[in-house]
Every structure is written in C-alpha cells, then in structure tokens.
C-alpha cells in the first residue's frame, strides 16, 4: 500500500509547515485575491450600480459620458420618494412584527425537530424522514391555493369543526344561541396566524431545509457529552438545552441568518395573507406601478428618474438586512474559530 | 438480564421521547402541509375552478397529464431543458463554491469582508430585487436578442462589436456565456457559507497532524478535507439540487408560476407533479450513488 | 491504489468541469432569437392633484374639502370644481364644458353618454334623487364596500372621489391592498376563504377576470343609466348579463389614438392627419406615407406603433374577437394583408420599436398613444415631451371612408364573487367611475387634448369596438399561447414569410381562443 506520507525530506517538512501557517506564498496570496477581487467584482457590480443610480439625478442621466460617477446629485428626493412608495416604516414595522418574528419561531422550532431526528430513534422514523424530503422538495407556490382556501375556517383534520357543530347543538336545545360568539374555525386571513402558526410547526418558509441543516449538524455532534447528561438523569429536553444548544451557535446563527433573509424577501406568501397592511415585499413589488401612479414616473430612456427612484427603492429594501447580516457575521466568524478547536 | 429490560427500556423512552420532539412538526404536517399536497394531488387530476367558499373540484383523470405530454408541445422541451440546465449547473456550482469556500477559510487579511460580500448575493438575489434592478439595466438588449441580464451593464454587445470587431455572434455568445458565468456566481452563495461552517468544523488537529506528516496540499485536500466534508456536501448538494429545480427562471417553473398567478390550477398542478416525481427520481439515484460510493469509503 | 483512484476520479472531475463549462451556453438559452417584448409597461391611471394645478376661483385642490366651492350651486358632495354656472345641478365639471360640444359632434352617432353629460341632466344617481334602480340607500348607510385596488386611491390622487362618496351615502371604503401580477390569485385567494371583497378591477386581463367577477346583475346597477359604457357591457355579456363595467370619459378608459410631432411632419412636408382626414384620406397607407417620408427626411425610423404588436388591432386586425359570448379566432383576410403590411413596413425601416418614449423625446414623427397619453400624469407629457408640439387624432381607418378601428386595453371593474356587499359596491362604483365627480380642469396636458379625449371616449362604438385581449400577457398563460413568438412574431418577419405563418399562427390562436373559452365555461356555465 502506498504510504504517501514517507520519503518526505526534512527541509520539505519545514517547508510545508511553513506554507500551511502563512497560507500560500506570496504568488499564490495574489492569485487568491486576484481571484477573490474578480469575482466579488461580479458580486458586489448591482450593488454598487443601485447606489450610484439612486443618487444621481436626471440631468446626469443625459450626460452619456458618465459611467460611474455622476455629475449631478439628487439624493433628497429620490431617496424621499422612495420612502413614500414602499410607505416605509410601516412596512417596515409590519415585516418585523410578520415574517420576522414567524422567521425566529421557525428557527426555534427547527432546532427542537432537527434535535428529534437526528438524536432518536422511534417508530416511523424512515416514512417521516421521507416526508421531510418531500417538504424541501415542494416549492410554496403549490401549496398556497389549499392552504388559504382553509385559512378561513382553520380545522385539524375536520375536529374542531365538529365540535363547533357538536356545541352548537347542544346550545340550540337549550334554546340558546352562542354561534356567534363561539368559533372553533377562526378566519385567520389577514393576521399574524397565518404566517406565525405553520412557522410554530415547523412548516414555515423553507423549514425543510433548515431542518435538514440541523439534523447534519446534530448528528455530528460528539454524543459523549449528551450520554454523560442521560447517565446523570437529565431528561431529553434539558439535554437539548444545556448541551446541544450552546455548542450550536453557528448552525443557530447559519439557520438565523437564512430564515431571516428569505422571509425578509419573501413576496409571494405575505401579499397573499395580507391585505390590509403589507410588509416590506409586497410594497416593493407594487412600487413600480406606484411610481407611474402618484408621480408619473415611468421608465425608459425619457424619464430616467424612475430608474434612480426604483434603485433607491431597492436599496431601502435591502438595507435592513445587509446591517443585520454584518452585525451578525462577526459572531458567526468567531463562533467558528471557537468550535473548530474543540474535538 | 435486568440489563436487558433497562436498555430495552430505555430505548423505548428514548423513541418516545424522540416522538415528541417531533410531534408538533407531525401536527403542522398534517394542518398545513400534507392535506394541502394531496388537495394539489386531486388538483393535477380534476379540473378547478375557485368559488366563494372554497374550491371546486370536477375530477377528469388523467386529462390534464395526457394533454401535457400529447397536445402541449412545449412541455416536453422546457422539460428537457430544466433538467439538462440542472445537470450542467450542479457540479460547476457546487465545486465553485467549495473552492471559494477554502479560499475564503484560510486566514488572510480582509477575509472578514469577503466572506461578507460573498453572501450579498443570497440577500439580494432571493427577491424581486434583482428582477427590478435587471429591468432598469436592460435598455436596448432586447432588441439585439441577448436576454437581459447583469452583464449588460458590464459588457455590452455593443461594445464588443464596436471596439472589438467582432460578428455580432460571437458577441451574443460571449455576452451569455458571462451572462451565464455571473448566474452561477450568484447561485453559491448559501453553498459557500454552508461549506464555511462545515470546513470550520473540521478539527484543526487533524491538518496540523498531516502537517507534521509532511502532506502536501493536494493530499491534504483529498484525505482530510474532502472525506470530512462528505456530510456537508451532500447537503449543499440536495439544497443546490432543490433550488435549481424551483429555480423560477427555468422556462418550465416560469410557466407554471405564471399560470398559477391568473388562477389556473389545474394542469399546472400536473405539469408540476409529472417534473417532481422525475427530479426525485434523479436526486434519488444521485443521493444512493453518493451513499454508496463516497460516504461508505470515507466514513466520518 | 488510492493514488490510481484519486487520480481517475479528479480526471473524471476535470471532464465534467469542461463539459459543464461547455454547456454553459445552454442553461439561459431564451429560445428565440429576437425577443418579441409585448409593451410591459403597465399603464397606470392616476392624476395626482398635488401642487401644480392652478384653478380659477381659487379652490385647491389639495385640501378636498367641500368649502370653497364658490360659483358652484347645487354642487353638494363635490369638491375642487369652481366656475360652474349654469350647470345647475350638475357636479360641476369645468371640463363638460368641452363635452357641450359633443352634440354638435357629427359622425359621433349614438353618444347617448353625451346627452347625460351636456346640461348634465340625466345624472341620476349623482344626487341621489330620482334613479332607477330601486336601491334603497338608507339601508345602504354604516355599511362597507371592501375596493380590491393595486393602487391606493391615496396615491393615485383619486381620494377625493372616495372621500366623496363616503360622504355622501354614509358607506364606509376599505382598501384591500394587492399587487398586479398576482392579483389573481390573490382575488381566489381571497374568494375561497370567504374574505372576498366587494368591488375589483381588471387591468387587461379579461378574460382572466371571469375567475374573480361576479354577474353584474348581483349590484343592481341600472344598466340603462346613460354614464356606463356600453361598449363594455355588449362584450362581457354572458348568460345575459354583464360582468364588466366601464363609463364614458371615464379616468380609466382606454382608447387608441394616434399621436404626431407638429414639427416633424411639417419638416417633411407631409400633411397632418385632420388635414387628411378633412379630405377623407386620413387611412394607414397614409401613416405609413408620413412614417415614410419623415424617416427619409430625418435618416432614422420615424414611425412607431406602440408597440408594433398592437399595432395589428390598431389598424384594424384582430387575434381574439368576442362575438356572442365566445372569443373567436378574429384572423380573417384583413388581418393578414394588415401583418404584410407591417412586416413590409419594418423591412423597410420605418419603424422604431420605442413606443411612447419616441414621441416624447422628439425622436417620433408619429406614433401611436392611449388616451392617457393625453393626460398630465401620462406616458408621454410624463416623460418631458414638448406639449406644444405634439399632434393627436382619431387612428386611421383601413379603407379611405371605412369605419376607424376602436381599440385599446380592455379594462374595467366589477362586482366580486362571493362579495358580501355587492348593491353597495355597484354604488361605489357608479360614483367612483363617474366623471363628473372627478376635476379634470389641469388633468389633461392642454384644452385641445382634453376636448378630444371627451370626443373619443363618450361614444358608443357598437360592433367597431374591438378591444384587444393581449396586452401585457396576462392571460397568456391561460390560452396556453406565446403571445409573442406565436402569433405576434410573423410581424416582424419578412414579408415573403408571412404566408406561410400564417397558417401556424392561425392554429395558434384557435388554440389559445379555445383555452381561454374553457376557462369562461368552467366558472361561468359549470355552477
């Protein structure tokens, strides 16, 4: 068998330690950031397009010999229009109070299942596995005509509303009337449910994937110290939450940053449960006929304000969630260091 | 023999206990997932129409999957060309993305920022936004056939033709190809921070070892690196696999979106069951092969 | 043997990594080889009353109180509209002033709107008193109409209109917010778990909108009240009774027009279209003279049908027709010498592809607008066009002394199913799409404009009427049709081609009418 680690000199030794702690040498720390810088160019080129559009102002438009830096500002009013057709704090307010919050129980939520699959064992496990499969699999978009056609009268499995029926009943023998005050089969279109409650069961916005992400990560786990929990008595929730879940904070922070991201953008489920006040999503993707609506805004090459207004539309949009993912990398680049020295 | 009973018992809380965890996610599986799959199910074999108070159901059978595959003649194309899109991205995506992922792992100065850049994309990409800052940038693409796209702004057919010389073929050519190139590097960014937390986890024992070994690099990588990733690899896989197969610009998803948007249900519902069943097939078969031949030689 | 295999397996990496690049071209491959773009400009009403209009009598508009409206008798419940004499018991439109002049309007048959708006004697139903639809309005009072709108009234610059209402029969208006590209669903959605609204609109994508509206007869509205649109309620008649509604000069019509600039043409000494029409000569083969010639003089195309794709029902053509509660194939020998005519035109290169943006930058000779074009707010005074030099008339008619095509973008609002107050929303809407509510005195982008806006839009088109249904694409994906590289797309070819086509775009449109007749059948005829 070839042992590739024997005839190694002793100078290349050296030279490999050497190498491996600098990271390269010098050629290869170029290449890496000629790399690095070209590609995060590609990366970073609409970024920097949308904030150079949304601060310059029609004039600049015309002048056709700028590429980059314009020689006319209008931040003020772009920017003010902007705020006026995505109606910004309120959105912004309803987008925290809906889609985040129901992002931060799908997190929680996750945690405890993926902790369910990955650590035990019961019966039915295979079928449910599978199940979970299915779930990462089936885009929302086929689910959504079901689902809101039951939001009206919110059932499980048929039991709420007989008892409903089964109570009214009763009631109308006793020659009362409590139909309209008792409803086991709330309407829940339009509020917080619709989004809170399959976020609650773990069937929120792409839940699938974030439990699957736990579930790799848990079984990777060491399970010596889960097993020294169960000798000393610990139940299985205890041992989820002072073992498991404090060596998790990078999975936590992974899957947070995840879940938040994608409800932040998520516009097809929240113009669809909400019609009375709208997130952020929503708002952006009707911002466009808002435009043409309340300024006469439109596009093409004789009204190029619209394009600045519309990038400073998107930069608004994504503004929240580019602070809070620098914010939070930093804990995510530490975490990391912490737990790869530990095993 | 009391052992017996205790450990039997103890599996069996054990199991119990696990069923528990699980049971929420049971109940909202049934309340929000599987009775909405299975009224889709009936969706793709009946005809549908929306009334006031709930859905209307006429069941016709197998129309709507015989009229797809028979009638449509775009079906069997777009179909073709999802699933060949799928196959040519997910090697290039996921072998992109574990290499920028080891870059961006090892120290370097500014490695922080990059590794925050790298993931712009997912912030930005997963919403309209990118839809709405394409069709500012779009001017005058269209008319020339190039379908629109971030590259325009960098490259334009225009320039290449002018500056360069060049047919305006080959110009169209080389416009998608970075149009292309610029798509896949925005579709790594999940898979890039997925592969960071799963090369993080890789303890640091174990190189400095083959360090003092003397390893070169490329063994390192193939005997380290690569059999630790495993796990983590075949879920970057199955997530790349997923999003490209909903990937809303494929022609097919695009279609079906579109129709369900003006409220027709049910032969999108078909032509969507008829794309699933033969993407799970081929992710099946992937996922086996992976188990077979990569996880069971590098056991981690 | 680790070696062997780890060097075959990164050979075989290496394989796939140059075939994946390879195939690099085909993943975002569109298919086509010129994009066919249907306008997707949605074109959006709105008159934003803010800060620029100047009326005289001194009301401003802003504040949308009912004070101030000095000169105004009778005018209760109306805001902003100063200068009324004489129009006693009207509310108060300075801009009917202009429609006095319908009646002397010859050729204009049929304006049976008209007569309600001169003198403004039949608006029943505007004040409340004698009206033939039996409603009982105090029952009416504290109750609520749920409007499903894309665009807030508050945005718009229509608020008034709602607040008027609201005023005026005590019935409380909710907005339920939604988008465009979903409002569909969104509708069904809605529809399905018994939230519906009351009253909705369709933006062109009839007949998508059967999914959503309710048969008008639901409301009780007085189908014979001269301010609806009759044009609208003859082709969304199904199972004798309509499910759209529309009103003459209303904000939201749409209607096709032609639009030139003054200078170009006199550049090129080509005559204008009232010049010709004067002469009964004003027909497309003249347009295209004009488009001719002022592209010779100007060295660029200089014509533009907005966009070349309705250039088609502009000129007279048709893909869907609705004709006896069915959509038609419309394709008959005029509309094929009509596509060689256009596919003739653009081989020629005297057309541009840039739509209304052309003639607002100058760069048009004459081109092709909606109605709203002739507005403040609209596509073309919107994006900075010289209003002194820009020309609009009726189309052209195909043949010199045929009839000239009416067409446009099929909108119109409608009562919900499932709503829980439909008599209610036929109110809302009677008030809400009634012009005389609404104050166009600054709204259009001159007198001129505003006087031929009237003209067009307050008459009864009868069997000329021929909206068509393509615009945007909404319902695309019910006919189950690519709208451009099926049937749009021989325009484009050249002309020798087109014959052949023809047949292919034929069956494309049989199969694109038949879908969409099913979907009318499923929700209409299958209950």
Known sequence: MNNPFKNIKEADKLKAIKYANVGGSVLYSLFRYALLLSIGFIIIYPLLYMIVTSITSPLAFLNSTRVWIPTDFLIKDNYAKALQALDYWDSLKNTFFYPIASALLEVCSCAIIGYGFARFNFKGKKILSGILFLTILIPEMMLVMPRMANYGNLDFLGIFGGIEKLVEWVASLFGSDITATFDLTPNIVNTGWTMWLPSFFGIGLRSGVLIYIYIQFFTGLPRELEEAAWVDGAGPLKTFLKIAVPSSSVVFITVLVFSIVWHWNDSLLTSIYFTETEPLAPALVGAKEYLGAAWGLYGGKGAPQQAAVMMAICLLFITPVLIFYMFIQRGFVESIDRVGITG | MSKLKKSRGIEELKSRYGFMFVLPWIIGLVMFFLYPLIQSIVYSFSDVAVSPGGVDIKFVGLKHYIEILKVDQNYTTELTTSLTSIVYSLPIILILSLVLAMMLNQKFRGRIFFRALYFLPVIIATGQVMKLVFETTDDSLTEMGVSGGMASGMITVEDLTGMLNMSTEVAKFITTTINDIFNLIWSCGIQIVLYLSGLQSIPATLYEASRVEGATKWEEFWFITFPMLSRITLLVGVFTMVELFINERTPLVERVYGSMLTGQYDKPSAMIWLYFIIVSAIMGVIIFLFNRFVMKRYEA | ?527
């Open chain 3, 1 to 527: 043997m680790f070696n062997k295999t780890k060097r075959i397996f990164a050979i075989v990496l290496a394989v796939a990594l140059v075939f994946a690049l390879a195939g690099c071209k085909g993943v975002e491959d569109d298919g086509s080889s010129v994009e066919y773009v249907i306008e997707e400009e949605v074109v959006v009403q709105g008159g934003n009353n803010s800060g620029t209009t100047t009326i005289v009598g001194g009301n401003d508009n802003n504040a949308n109180t009912n004070d101030g409206n000095t000169g105004n008798t009778g005018n209760t419940g109306n805001t902003g509209n100063t200068g009324n004499t004489g129009n006693t018991g009207n509310t108060g439109n300075t801009g009917n002033t202009g429609n006095t002049g319908n009646t002397g309007n010859t050729g204009n048959t049929g304006n049976t709107g008209n007569t309600g708006n001169t003198g403004n004697t039949g608006n029943t139903g505007n004040t409340g008193n004698t009206d033939n639809t039996g409603i009982d309005y105090e029952a009416l009072k504290g109750t609520t109409v749920k409007f499903a709108s894309t665009i807030d009234p508050k945005d718009d610059g229509t608020q008034y209109v709602v607040d008027s209402f609201e005023e005026k029969y005590g019935i409380k208006v909710e907005i339920v917010k939604c988008t465009l590209p979903g409002y569909v669903q969104e509708m069904q959605g809605l529809i399905a778990n018994g939230n519906a609204p009351d009253v909705g609109r369709s933006n062109g994508d009839f007949p998508a909108c059967i999914a959503y509206f309710d048969s008008l007869d639901k409301s009780k509205m007085d189908y014979n009240d001269p301010i609806w649109n009759q044009n609208t309620f003859r082709l969304t008649t199904f199972n004798g009774s309509p499910y759209m509604c529309d009103t003459y000069g209303c904000y939201w019509t749409e209607l096709d027009i032609v639009m030139y600039s003054k200078r170009l043409l006199k550049a090129a000494g080509c005559p204008t279209p009232q010049e010709l029409d004067a002469q009964g000569q004003w027909t497309w083969d003249n347009f295209m003279m004009i488009a001719e010639k002022c592209t010779q003089k100007m060295g660029a195309p200089a014509g533009c049908i907005n966009t070349t794709e309705l250039g088609l029902h502009m000129a007279g053509g048709n893909v869907f027709k609705i004709q006896n509660e069915k959509i038609v194939n419309g394709i008959d020998g005029k509309t094929t010498a009509i596509v060689k005519k256009f596919a003739e035109a653009w081989k020629k290169g005297i057309l541009n592809n840039k739509s209304t943006v052309g003639i607002a930058e100058g760069t048009t000779a004459i081109g092709t607008g909606h109605a709203w074009s002739l507005r403040k707010d609209g596509d073309v005074a919107a994006r900075g066009a010289q209003v002194a030099d820009l020309g609009f008339y009726y189309l052209p008619s195909y043949t010199a002394g045929g009839a000239r095509p009416a067409t446009g973008i099929f909108r119109g609002f409608g009562i919900m199913r499932g709503a829980a107050n439909p008599v209610g929303g036929g109110v809302f809407l009677r008030h809400y799409l009634d012009v005389n509510n609404y104050d166009t005195v600054n709204a259009f982008i001159n007198e001129d404009a505003k006087s031929f806006f009237f003209q067009l839009t307050t008459q009864d088109y009868a069997e000329n009427y021929n909206p068509y249904l393509t615009y945007i694409g909404l319902n695309q994906d019910i006919a189950g049709v690519n709208y451009g590289t099926d049937i749009y797309g021989v325009m484009y070819m050249d002309p020798s081609a087109v014959d052949g086509k023809m047949a292919a775009v034929k069956a494309a449109v049989d199969k694109g009418a038949k879908n969409l007749n099913d979907h009318i059948t499923k929700y209409l005829y299958s209950n």
